[in-house]
């Protein structure tokens, strides 16, 4: 299922390394988090460096979200495969069956995305379509991944000393960095395929997201017992206005935030 990916435009395999080994990982960890290095664009951590136009971060970077698909689909796959690095990290270029994968599907996204359409369309009316979907796709994926990790609460940890280990155990880590929200809503659960219960997610990732309702009151009263800091916002706005006020305090506030406190 995951060779669907290549059919929309992503590689599955540069997708395995900067989702599944990094972010799942290592979430909100600055500099092994790939989903926190936006570059100067926006400080999404306390230990990032501020600049002056972070200061309106939380107003521009709802229109910057829309425009991943654009530099995902069409420059940084073919850049991280080129330079066999995604980020700070260096990845092992796809070789045999993985590149002809990663070349196959690049030609199949720009035959069914473009040449096909092309052939009884024309080219501004392509192009259009293309922009507004991929806009939309960009947005939801921004919005839905920031409010699952960067909201306020959300631990940002660092390694330890010269160690690269986390003082917090795994689960617990998982956990405290990550958010749900709008468990109650089953048109969003439907919708985003149970992503608004992140935090299962990312525990159980070899379990059918069908199941994460069941679990979440589970291993919501097991962190209970432990004194593991869980959270749940109540809905789907509520998710995206504590992101929006992540990205208004990061902007505004020169000096960092401590780590894992709102």
Not at 95 to 123: I, S
């Amino acid at each position: 299922m995951a060779f669907g990916l290549d059919l929309l435009g992503g590689s599955s395999y540069l997708w395995h390394w900067k989702h599944n080994v990094y972010h799942h990982g290592y979430p909100n960890v600055v500099g092994v988090d790939e989903d926190l290095d936006v570059g100067p664009l926006a400080r999404l951590a306390p230990t990032q460096p501020r600049r002056f136009a972070h200061r309106f971060q939380h107003v521009y970077m709802w229109i910057l979200y829309g425009c991943i698909p654009f530099k995902w689909q069409l420059v940084d796959d073919f850049r991280e495969m080129v330079r066999g690095r995604i980020g700070s990290h260096t990845v092992p270029r796809p070789r045999g069956k993985e590149l002809l994968l990663f070349v196959g599907g690049k030609a199949a996204f720009g035959t069914l995305w473009f040449g096909l359409p092309a052939l009884v369309h024309p080219l501004w009316v392509v192009g259009t379509f293309y922009a507004g979907t991929a806009f939309v796709l960009g947005l939801v994926l921004g919005v839905v991944f920031q409010t699952a990790h960067c909201v306020e609460g959300a631990t940002f940890a660092a390694p330890t000393g010269h160690t690269d280990r986390l003082d917090r155990e795994w689960a617990a880590h998982q956990v405290e960095s990550t958010s749900d929200f709008a468990r109650d809503n089953r048109l969003v659960t439907w919708y985003l395929g149970a992503l608004n219960f992140q935090i299962e997610h990312h525990l159980f990732p070899k379990i059918s997201h069908l199941h994460y309702p069941a679990l979440a009151p589970i291993v919501q009263a097991v962190c209970r017992q432990y004194g593991v800091h869980y959270r749940a916002l109540p809905t789907f706005w509520a998710a995206v206005a504590a992101h929006y006020r992540w990205l208004q305090r990061l902007g505004q506030s020169a000096a960092p935030t401590p780590i894992g406190v709102a």
